[in-house]
């Protein structure tokens, strides 16, 4: 059952050969012995998940079930959920129960599923290790001396050690990819706009990104049918019909065009992903698909330029925790800028206020066009680049992460060395478009290497695809790590 | 197009520029679909939006968008086809988010410019002479959203936070420096302030916030660079514009004249005192960190947009002022009077479609009679007792004589107190004036027999008695003889 695909898991709820109570009462169990090593969740409601697979079974019952009803989900603590503490990774909203739900957890609502939790992350999805979060680093279940990645390390996590069905994630410069690729899953970034981000904790608004996380490519098709959908509540949500993601996942690859950037096989990446990245690529030729040399001469500047958007949109997203109106305050202050100064001092952790600092300064009177709107004008230099190379194939391709997990505390006091684990996903987000993680074996260290694929905007399917006919011939996505079992 | 004043020495010249927030009259607020009603319990009105809960995202009220629009075209102005909301970036308690949502470097309301009438005021820093016409240049009117109310001392020494009014949608109009004198920056404003409700885009309500004004002022050297200005803050009565303006350039005068220098820096005026007071200087200014605010995205404005907005736009003042005296007829005294607000306007239009040509009997009424009783009652035009349908059929019937001026003034205060039509008034209380002529020679006959002696003075050229015989004709005849036939029959019989 912990291996089983959504599809087999939703046939096997209709078939009535389990129940979602059950299957949700697997998982708590398995929750309650395995998350206290790993730390994958920040919090479980076992009252409220049960409550939720007792009336998905109502829902199986009847005939009204849908493909996800009486799945149990785990959720990215960024995602406000209605009478949950929804926590962003931070003391600031230690103590901060949502009074509403985000579209995303609507959606899943709607559909059915069940809630299993709220799942660590890096705070404010600030990070690339998990270690930033209040609550702890992760653990990578396939060495629990590494880190999961991050920011989504919870879900990275929580699948891989079957802590959960699927998981939802949500990625700004790589935090859905990169975990996905330390922790040996599947995840994908949708087109942005693709996923309303009404309810979802803002980090950098022109860059966040929900997608799901699952084991494989067919699983991730499921939850983005759930996930996506135009949403009024979110202006940046785009007017597009209803698509099924499954469509094409069983299309032949016979003639596919996989561009391979020159700059993403260039100094700095690891022997172990590029002979595991080189590995996958041989098994598309085998598939069918032929090799295109391409060239993204801006991408060596999106992590500079990330490193100033971001920060400077989340200087601003972050002035609300002022702890005037919810979440932490500090106890004892003098006046009312004390007040300010302290709280968010004590509320904040340290890359939260590094980045502050850093956005603070690159939108200040003086420096904005020296950064901020220099940093624009690359960005649109940076999705140039990718326009162009889509007119000469149909997916990019490369590593998702220069290295395998890094060790816990490894980078910790280099926070430039840790910002570069992103090098190669940073720019996807920039330009905008749909990014994904797939496993593609492991180092020598045993540890995963994930392959990634960019694709142009609204080709998730297409994408989709592509990731599924090569889990159909390889079984990297099917490995379990050891010691997860009960 | 810089006045000289009369200000202690005539040498100085006044600059001034104003910023008015007005706000636009939409039921929910500019981001959010809470409600916009003034008054409410505090914090009954903020929502998620309002209050800058985490994953909450601003979605653009186009209602807003339409009144901004309006206003751009009623001032002639270009409308940016593409506008951008920025984030102002500061913290207080009263704005949730730690950022405003404002237009900054592309705001939707270009270049406009507003034609005043302006009225000399009393006051040291007035301009002399008499009521003159002057076009204030509309530097731009960008879209924003107000911040909350800190409420100090809510409990216990502590200070509250409300924030109904947090999201509430704001029209900030900017103006060029192109004021002289008090009398021409309130004129300004009360043109914008009657414009803004004429085109029915906010309800002006000064008492609650819905039109205020910050008010820049600087004074200079003819023919010298501008001075240093000093921005006095939210002035939300025309007296207290006024009152501030005239103190504050006396202040800078004063200080110029005395050696001093002008800081930069925003101010207050206390109306208690009549003095302003420097809030804060510009050292302690603001880095507001603008950018565009990425959960939005640019605001376009179509052709079509455009025109669907320009359809729905009244008749402005001005183009009504133009064709008051070139159809009515009227001066330009009776035009500005029946323009004075939409209300007003509407009304004198009303009224005169029940007495076609009678243009200026009406507008003596509206200016004269009517709003000096609004004034004496302490009503707006809108709350008007009575209807342009009871002022035209009192009209009607002085226009056709039936009722003299006097009787006239009886039916109007008869019609304001009680209601009713003027002519079961006129009937029911006897008004009705004598036009027979055969009545009034028989008057006039018998006061001339009875007062031989007084006809024989005033035929030996004592003149004044004409008044005499008058009085003692409109006594016989109750008041109701009509006076023009009367004084032609009198002096006619007089004559001898």
């Known amino acids: 059952m912990l291996n089983s695909s959504l599809l087999q898991l939703g046939s096997a709820l209709r078939a009535k050969t389990i129940s979602s109570v059950e299957l949700t009462q697997l998982y708590l169990d398995r929750i309650n012995a395995l998350n206290p090593a790993l730390n994958a969740y920040i919090t479980t409601n076992f009252e409220s998940s049960l409550a939720q697979a007792r009336a998905a079974d109502t829902l199986l019952a009847s005939d009204k079930a849908q493909p996800l009803t009486g799945i149990p989900i785990a959720q990215k603590d960024i995602f406000c959920a209605k009478g949950w503490r929804t926590t962003c990774g931070s003391r600031m909203l230690e103590n901060f129960i949502a009074p509403y739900d985000a579209h995303v957890i609507e959606q899943f609502n709607n559909a059915g599923a069940v809630n299993l939790g709220k799942t660590n992350m890096d705070e404010f999805a600030m990070g690339s290790s998990n270690e930033t979060s209040h609550f702890g680093a992760v653990k990578n279940p396939w060495d629990r001396n590494a880190v999961p990645g991050g920011s989504s390390g919870g879900a990275a996590c929580a699948v891989a050690a079957r802590l959960c069905a699927a998981a939802t994630g949500t990625d700004t410069g790589g935090s859905i990819r990169q975990p996905a690729a330390l922790c040996g899953i599947s995840g994908i970034k949708p087109t942005y706009g693709t996923v309303s981000r009404y309810g979802m904790i803002a980090f950098a608004s022109s860059l966040d990104q929900a997608g799901p996380m699952a084991r494989g490519a067919e699983d991730l098709a499921l939850m983005l049918n759930v996930m996506t959908g135009f949403d009024e509540r979110d202006s940046t949500s785009l007017q597009r019909d209803k698509e099924d993601y499954a469509r094409d996942l069983s299309k032949p690859l016979a003639g596919l065009r996989i561009g391979l950037p020159k700059e993403f096989f260039a100094e700095g990446l690891s022997q172990d992903v590029a002979s595991c990245v080189n590995e996958a690529i041989a098994e598309y030729k085998k598939l069918g698909a032929t090799i295109v040399d391409i060239s993204l001469p801006n991408s060596r500047l999106a992590v500079p330029v990330y490193y100033v958007l971001a920060p400077a949109e989340a200087s601003s997203n972050l002035s609300r925790y002022d702890g005037v109106r919810y979440g932490y305050r500090a106890p004892e202050y003098t006046d009312l800028a004390d007040m300010y100064e302290k709280s968010r001092a004590q509320g904040f952790g340290a890359e939260v206020k590094r980045r502050i600092m850093i956005g603070t300064y690159v939108l200040s009177h003086g420096y904005y066009d020296a950064y901020y709107l220099q940093a624009q004008k690359i960005r649109r230099l940076i999705a140039q680049d990718f326009e162009n190379a889509f007119k000469q194939c149909d997916v990019i391709m490369g590593p998702t992460s220069p290295s395998t997990a890094f060790d816990l505390g490894s980078k910790g006091d280099d926070p430039v060395q840790m910002y570069l684990s992103d090098i190669y996903t940073i720019a996807v987000n920039l330009a905008g478009l749909p990014g994904m993680s797939i496993p593609a074996g492991f180092g020598s260290n045993g540890r995963p290497v994930g392959l990634q694929i960019i694709g142009n905007y609204f080709k998730e399917a297409q994408m989709l695809n592509v990731a599924h006919q090569y889990q159909l011939a390889t079984d990297h996505h099917g490995r379990a790590p050891q010691n997860i079992e009960l | ?496």
Request: charged content about 25%; hydrophobic content about 40%; some cysteine.
């Open chain 2, 1 to 496: 197009m810089i006045h000289k004043t009369n200000v202690r020495a005539p040498a100085w010249e006044i600059v001034i520029g104003l910023e008015v927030h007005t706000q636009l009259s939409t039921n929910s607020k500019i981001f959010s679909g809470a409600s916009t009603t003034y008054g409410a319990e505090p914090n009954t009105q903020a929502d998620a939006v309002s209050i800058a809960l985490p994953g909450v995202l601003p979605v653009l009220n186009k209602g807003a968008v339409e009144r901004a629009i309006k206003f751009g075209l009623a001032v002639g102005a270009h409308i940016a086809p593409r506008s951008v909301f920025a984030r102002k970036n500061y913290f207080y308690p009263d704005l949730p988010k730690g950022y405003q949502i404002s237009q900054f470097d592309l705001p939707v309301v270009g270049q406009g410019a507003l034609t005043i009438q302006v009225e000399p005021l009393s006051g040291p820093s007035t301009g002399s002479g008499q009521t003159y016409e002057k076009v204030v240049r509309i530097t731009r009117a960008h879209l924003e959203e107000d911040a909350g109310k800190s409420v100090h001392g809510a409990s216990q020494g502590m200070t509250g936070v409300d924030l109904n009014r947090a999201g509430t949608p704001l029209l900030e109009i900017v103006s060029e420096p192109d004021m002289c004198s008090a009398a021409e920056a309130v004129a300004y404003a009360k043109a914008l302030h009657s414009l803004v409700r004429w085109i029915g885009i906010s309800d002006g309500n000064m008492q609650e916030g819905s039109f205020r004004c910050d008010v820049n002022v600087s004074v200079r050297k003819p023919g010298a660079p501008l001075g240093t200005r000093r921005e006095i803050k939210n002035l939300n009565s025309f007296k207290f514009m006024q009152q501030a303006i005239d103190y504050e350039v006396q202040w800078q005068i004063d200080t110029l004249e005395n050696g001093g220098k002008i800081h930069q820096a925003t101010i207050l005026f206390n109306p208690d005192t009549g003095e302003t007071r420097a809030m804060r200087s510009k050292e302690d200014a603001h880095d507001y960190r603008y950018f565009p605010d990425p959960d939005l995205l640019p605001l376009d404005i179509t052709p079509v947009m455009l025109e669907q907005v320009r359809a729905t736009l009244p008749e402005l003042p001005q183009a009504k002022r133009a064709r008051y005296t070139s159809e009515y007829a009227l001066s330009a005294y009776d035009a500005n009077g029946l323009t004075a607000s939409r209300e007003m306007a509407d009304f004198f239009e009303a009224a005169l479609s029940d007495v076609p040509g009678q243009a200026k009997i009406c507008a003596n009424w509206l200016i004269g009679e009517v709003s000096a009783q609004l004034n004496r009652d302490d009503l707006e035009m809108a709350q008007c007792p009575i209807t342009p349908l009871q002022l035209g059929g009192m009209l009607k019937r002085i226009a056709d004589s039936t009722i003299s001026n006097a009787g006239a003034k009886e039916v109007f205060r008869a019609m304001w107190a009680e209601g009713g039509d003027a002519d079961s008034i006129i009937e029911a209380k006897g008004l009705k004036q004598v036009s027979d002529s055969g009545v009034i020679e028989k008057i006039v006959d018998e006061i001339i027999a009875a007062n031989a002696d007084k006809v024989a003075e005033y035929r030996s050229g004592k003149d004044k008695l004409f008044g005499f015989f008058v009085g003692l004709a409109m006594k016989a005849s109750k008041g109701k003889a009509n006076p023009a036939q009367l004084n032609d029959v009198l002096k006619k019989k007089l004559a001898g």
